[in-house]
């Protein structure tokens, strides 16, 4: 097709991806009936040839894990954004040949908290200390004014997480995972932990919940979840993080603003409704 403009979504594993559902409802409602998004299968070691092979119709990639970090020696430039947690998730690709990087899960997770209302906070707990944790604290730094406690399970991460927060200057105290529960009562809650984690620690929501952002999607809601909303707490999810990071995507590859995010969303509870 003359004038087509193609992006997609690198990753392995890549099949669960909702990327191409959200990019794709993006371009329907944006008119871009020649533009097309995909899913390639891409590990560590495929992802230098992949980059070299593509041609000129292509506009961008999003990527997951395990390419955020590996693909920043194969660009030109990232920012200073994906800078600070050294992860790419967005590639754009100009018409010049060159590869520019961003990361826009922090920008994401900003945005769907003041969807719900949530723009500052005195102080926060994180759960967990793996990739999301760092971009949790990458995003914490843009909103919360005190301190932040990150619950995690083992010394090694309790080290990452200390140089994270110097490394993003934000105030941060490690707490062992045995006593998650006080992460509870905090105004703002990001759990950052695999399905199944926080599970345990429903029990313990207190009757009164203020803010809980879990970053999953798939199951929803979670155990956690779930009775946090039933006490009345304000709960803000992994599809609402996924959705507003793929906006700035849309946004950067395809050079249209603002991306349809009421589309987007809607495509993406469709998707999950039906797996």
């Not at 945005?111 to 005195?122: F, N, V, Y």
């Not at 803010?211 to 609402?240: E, I, K, M, N, Q």
């Not at 603003?257 to 797996?275: F, H, K, Q």
């Amino acid at each position: 097709m003359a004038g087509s403009r193609r992006a997609a979504v690198l990753g392995s594993p890549i099949a669960h991806s909702l990327s191409p559902v959200l990019h794709r409802a993006a371009y329907a409602e944006l008119g871009l009936t020649e533009w097309t998004y995909d899913r390639f299968e891409v590990d560590e070691a495929a992802l230098p040839r992949f980059l070299e092979g593509l041609g000129p119709e292509w506009a961008g990639l999003s990527l997951t894990m395990p390419l955020k970090r590996a693909v920043i020696p194969l660009l030109d430039e990232i920012s200073d954004t994906a800078s600070s947690v050294d992860a790419v998730n967005t590639v754009v690709l100009h018409p010049d040949g060159r590869r520019t990087g961003d990361n826009t899960d922090i920008p994401g997770m900003v945005a769907a908290l003041a969807e719900h209302g949530i723009e500052k906070a005195d102080s926060a707990a994180v759960l967990g200390a793996g990739a999301t944790a760092s971009s949790a604290l990458a995003a914490l730094a843009r909103i919360c004014t005190g301190e932040i406690a990150v619950y995690v399970r083992s010394a090694a991460r309790a080290a990452e997480m200390r140089e994270w927060a110097e490394r993003l200057d934000v105030q941060v105290r490690v707490e062992d995972w045995a006593d998650a529960e006080r992460a509870l009562r905090a105004p703002l809650v990001i759990a950052t932990t695999p399905a199944g984690a926080t599970d345990a620690l429903a029990a313990a929501v207190p009757e009164r919940p203020a803010a809980l952002f879990d970053v999953l999607y798939d199951p929803w809601p979670t155990t956690l979840a779930a009775r946090w909303s039933a006490y009345g707490g304000a709960v803000v999810s992994g599809l609402d993080l996924l959705v507003h990071q793929a906006v700035l995507q849309v946004e950067q590859m395809t050079g249209r603003t603002p991306a349809p995010v009421a589309a987007m969303r809607r495509a993406g509870e469709r998707a999950l409704a039906e797996r």
